[in-house]
């Protein structure tokens, strides 16, 4: 089996632990936080600890702080020890907006997590031809997961799109799910969104 790294960092992150098996859990600063929350065994811990609340237990734990000024964001010096793993990735919700903008330029540069989860917010990162079965009724968005245009065709929905080219000024918007099953093909790399309270229902699909 390929695989599995998961990348925590600051902002709101989800409230309960996802039923998923990780080989390595890298901490982003405050995601360290997150960790110990959700009761991970960190491996690796990347920041300066100042947004941290557990900066002495993570020194006790033999975790040494980068300096404060600093090129990189703490996310990206996460990103940075990847080395190409498949990753998801929890937290980002909330918090400064200045920050959201940084993670999201993120994507430009770096591979796109599996999934990224939040408080509230449940995104998976689509190429190609997908199909997950969800509750008719529910809210679903798309939007581009880089700078770059991204092309979608989808089934099921009650707005159903074909070759729509989703941008930063259109992106399909608080959509519902029409049919039990949702099928579609992106050309491209696009995020979908859902409602994190659906993370049991997406968990056996991905």
Same mark, same amino acid.
């Given at each position: 089996?390929?695989?599995?790294?998961?990348?925590?960092?600051?902002?709101?992150?989800?409230?309960?632990?996802?039923?998923?098996?990780?080989?390595?859990?890298?901490?982003?600063?405050?995601?360290?936080?997150?960790?110990?929350?959700?009761?991970?065994?960190?491996?690796?811990?990347?920041?300066?600890?100042?947004?941290?609340?557990?900066?002495?237990?993570?020194?006790?734990?033999?975790?040494?702080?980068?300096?404060?000024?600093?090129?990189?964001?703490?996310?990206?010096?996460?990103?940075?020890?990847?080395?190409?793993?498949?990753?998801?990735? *929890?937290?980002?919700?909330?918090?400064?907006?200045?920050?959201?903008?940084? &993670?999201?330029?993120? *994507? =430009?540069?770096?591979?796109?997590?599996?999934?990224?989860?939040?408080? %509230?917010?449940?995104?998976?990162?689509?190429?190609?031809? *997908?199909? *997950?079965?969800?509750?008719?009724?529910? =809210?679903?968005?798309?939007?581009?997961?880089?700078?770059?245009?991204?092309?979608?065709?989808?089934?099921?929905?009650?707005?159903?799109?074909?070759?729509?080219?989703?941008?930063?000024?259109?992106?399909?918007?608080?959509? %519902?799910? %029409?049919?039990?099953?949702?099928?579609?093909?992106?050309?491209?790399?696009?995020?979908? %969104? &859902?409602?994190?309270?659906?993370?049991?229902?997406?968990?056996?699909?991905?």
């Amino acid at each position: 089996m390929t695989k599995l790294t998961l990348v925590l960092t600051g902002g709101e992150g989800p409230e309960k632990n996802p039923q998923f098996e990780y080989d390595r859990i890298i901490a982003a600063d405050s995601g360290a936080d997150l960790a110990f929350r959700l009761g991970y065994k960190i491996n690796e811990v990347i920041g300066d600890f100042d947004s941290t609340h557990e900066r002495k237990t993570l020194e006790e734990m033999g975790f040494k702080a980068c300096p404060r000024d600093k090129d990189f964001s703490d996310t990206e010096l996460a990103f940075k020890l990847l080395n190409g793993d498949r990753y998801d990735l *929890f937290g980002g919700g909330g918090g400064r907006v200045d920050h959201l903008v940084s &993670l999201l330029g993120l *994507f =430009d540069k770096y591979p796109l997590p599996r999934l990224w989860l939040t408080k %509230r917010d449940l995104m998976l990162s689509l190429t190609g031809h *997908f199909s *997950f079965t969800l509750p008719i009724g529910k =809210d679903i968005s798309f939007f581009p997961a880089t700078q770059s245009s991204a092309e979608i065709t989808t089934t099921g929905l009650v707005w159903d799109m074909k070759d729509a080219l989703l941008t930063h000024s259109w992106i399909s918007l608080s959509n %519902r799910v %029409r049919d039990e099953k949702i099928e579609g093909f992106v050309k491209g790399a696009v995020f979908m %969104r &859902l409602d994190a309270e659906l993370l049991p229902c997406i968990e056996s699909q991905i």
